[in-house]
């Protein structure tokens, strides 16, 4: 899906009478109105001059110590002099893309990969090479064999691109072998990693990962983290930690984008850290959105066909589904739209026109009556085109599990991405 498409999809989402499951939206109702108030009223009582002034391109020091608080809270230690507070973490992107690509560069991403990451990525005209992935993450021995092969092609990358923790638009893990393989590969090679964790304070079940950051130490992790998720992206705050020599050039880059970000925002997360318990809010965000996740889970299985297929994310926003080969999600949201839902097709993840069958379906900015009605929407949109597809081929349609099947069977169909081979098992215990 090319970008202008995306942004048409979002205008039409933003309509009342539609059901979006396309966003990656977070519940903002879940945050308390006395709460916003409340700390509006201080900032304005004591720092309204400070507020609505400029300040400094790297960030408030008050924001540092918030930022420094939570990654704290997933196991990193970094400096003050290590960050820089951004517009949003989608910034970030942006600058590491301004700093180190010319036209042409090679960047690696995973396969499939971030919708708002693509554009960003052709706006500075990367060559982009993906990375598939398997329900561990993206596919190390694969990438090792892609580096081999541009390094004999003279080509040397200028960044490695993952969401290793509930990765959008995939939903899945990277596992910690992965993880410690990916950064040798790194420190081997000097490779330069964007680690992007939106969604890390977000689990569900299961135990935590270390960030990749956690293991570099900084050395060659980039850093992206953003208060959209666990706090608002209406302040549009995120932050970068970085290597020094990196940092300084965004630095520069972000002084020549826009000067500095919202001086009245950044001081709002300074008094609302001070003044809350915010991990407090966040186990509260993960009882909301568990519930969600799980209310999709059972409307995946009521509605769609028992060809389809989906992940089983512990934590995050999103669940992936795959849908039979003969089905294009890109036609198939024209048709959903008319019914008021809509979904995120699988090809604005890829740049090479992959994900033809595949979705991105979001849980945490709907409800759960509006998750069960959107689905089975969508589940009814899938319907005519299997009996369409049955009717011009001779094939008998599948209908959907009945509603009164068993949990376990129910469950059984609750998939992930292929998993890996004997072979891929034996190179990454190996190394």
Wanted: proline letters at 6%; hydrophobic letters at 40%; charged letters at 25%.
């Amino acid at each position: 899906m090319k970008t202008s498409a995306m942004r048409d999809l979002m205008a039409l989402t933003q309509q009342a009478e539609v059901i979006s499951l396309a966003g990656g939206l977070p519940d903002t109702s879940t945050f308390p109105p006395e709460t916003y108030a409340g700390v509006m009223a201080t900032v304005a009582h004591d720092a309204c001059a400070q507020a609505l002034q400029y300040g400094p391109t790297e960030g408030i020091a008050a924001v540092d110590a918030c930022i420094q608080d939570v990654m704290a809270a997933e196991g990193m230690n970094v400096a003050t002099d290590e960050l820089l507070v951004t517009t949003g973490g989608q910034q970030v992107i942006d600058l590491v893309c301004k700093t180190l690509i010319d036209p042409g560069d090679v960047i690696v991403a995973e396969a499939p990969t971030y919708p708002g990451a693509v554009p960003t990525f052709a706006s500075y005209q990367a060559d982009v090479v993906q990375i598939s992935m398997d329900s561990d993450g993206m596919r190390i021995d694969e990438l090792e064999e892609t580096l081999d092969r541009l390094e004999r092609d003279g080509r040397r990358l200028k960044f490695i691109y993952t969401i290793p923790t509930f990765q959008n638009p995939g939903g899945v893990t990277m596992s910690l072998p992965r993880r410690e393989r990916l950064v040798r590969i790194a420190h081997e090679r000097e490779l330069l990693v964007l680690e992007d964790n939106p969604y890390g304070m977000l689990r569900y079940e299961g135990e935590a990962l270390p960030p990749l950051y956690a293991l570099d130490g900084g050395e060659f992790v980039i850093y992206l983290g953003t208060f959209s998720k666990i706090l608002s992206p209406g302040i549009r705050l995120g932050w970068a930690a970085a290597p020094q020599p990196v940092l300084q050039k965004m630095n520069i880059g972000k002084a020549a984008a826009d000067l500095c970000s919202s001086s009245m925002t950044q001081l709002f997360v300074a008094n609302y850290f001070a003044a809350v318990d915010w991990k407090r809010y966040v186990m509260s965000l993960r009882d909301v959105y568990r519930q969600r996740r799980d209310v999709m889970f059972e409307a995946l299985t009521e509605h769609f066909p028992r060809e389809a297929q989906w992940t089983r994310p512990e934590g995050g926003m999103f669940i992936w589904a795959t849908l039979p080969d003969y089905i294009d999600t890109t036609d198939l949201l024209a048709r959903a739209l008319r019914e008021n839902v809509a979904f995120v097709p699988g090809r604005a993840a890829y740049l090479d026109g992959r994900g033809g069958s595949s979705m991105r379906l979001n849980f945490s900015g709907v409800t759960e009556s509006q998750i069960r009605e959107g689905i089975r929407r969508i589940g009814a949109v899938i319907a005519e085109q299997v009996a369409l597809y049955g009717t011009l081929t001779g094939a008998e349609a599948v209908a959907p599990q009945p509603q009164s099947a068993a949990t376990d069977e129910r469950l059984a169909r609750v998939v992930e991405l292929p998993r890996r081979q004997p072979q891929q098992d034996r190179v990454e215990r190996d190394g």
